[in-house]
């Protein structure tokens, strides 16, 4: 079964984490664990398109944007420009609400670039599912994947599910999230199209992320959708 990682990271990412991936041993993951193609982000989006470039057709790159940062902001376009196809926000890391209007430009950028907006999930005070569900709605026409589904608390994943139900524009990425059945859970109730794989990577294993899937419940077309086809309709590949 063909795979797209919809969410993953490179470089070492130190303090309390500890976790780290070379570009070396992402493309060998890939290639082991068969995922065609990683959305990739890195706070430098210099080594982002360093790896694009020297992986063709393999990496979806996802401009990490920090709000508080205007300089990531205006250099939006330029990366667009130069095969970018997503944006990366992390209210968690940058320590902003994920409901701000200082995010308003960054949505109405990428609605003008019809390029769709990678959050972070799960973590108080700054990503909770409702704060997202509220950015979606103040953007309608800019797709947003709430990365994690709500993360590893039991009511924010409940929560991710009841705010894509709610916003048709906002669409659940699973990895980091621990309950195989929300996965069935938000296939059929929330829409086979907006429910999508992804690692992760190096916070979390493909082996992990992919047998939440294959234990899920759902049948082999569905898991195809969430594997493969539902992040490459997101990402217009």
């Known amino acids: 079964m063909k795979i797209i990682d919809g969410h993953a990271h490179i470089g070492y990412i130190g303090g309390w984490a500890n976790v780290g991936i070379n570009e070396e041993e992402l493309i060998a993951q890939m290639d082991r664990y068969g ?3 990683t959305a990739l982000c890195t706070e430098d989006n210099e080594v982002t398109c360093g790896v694009m470039r020297r992986n063709p057709g393999r990496i979806i790159g996802c401009v990490y944007v920090n709000p508080l940062n205007p300089a990531t902001v205006d250099a939006m376009e330029d990366y667009f420009a130069r095969g970018f196809t997503a944006v ?4 968690l890391r940058h320590g902003y609400c994920a409901d701000s209007e200082m995010l308003d430009p960054i949505l109405e950028k990428a609605e003008k670039y019809n390029v769709p907006v990678c959050i972070h999930s799960g973590h108080p005070p700054y990503s909770l599912p409702w704060q997202i569900g509220l950015l979606a709605e103040r953007h309608p026409n800019v797709k947003i994947m709430m990365i994690h589904m709500g993360h590893g608390h039991g009511v924010y994943i409940d929560a991710a599910i009841k705010m894509a139900r709610r916003y048709p524009n ?3 990425e699973m990895s980091g999230m621990p309950m195989p059945g929300k996965i069935k859970e938000a296939y059929e109730t929330v829409g086979a199209d907006r429910v999508m794989f992804g690692t992760d990577t190096p916070f979390h294993h493909p082996t ?3 047998q939440k899937v294959l234990t899920c419940g759902l049948a082999e077309e569905a898991l195809g959708d969430i594997f493969y086809g539902n992040a490459a309709r997101f990402f217009r590949l």
């Open 88 to 91: 990366k926000l992390n209210p």
């Open 170 to 172: 906002l669409y659940l």
């Open 35 to 37: 995922i065609e193609k």
């Open 208 to 210: 992990v992320e992919i």
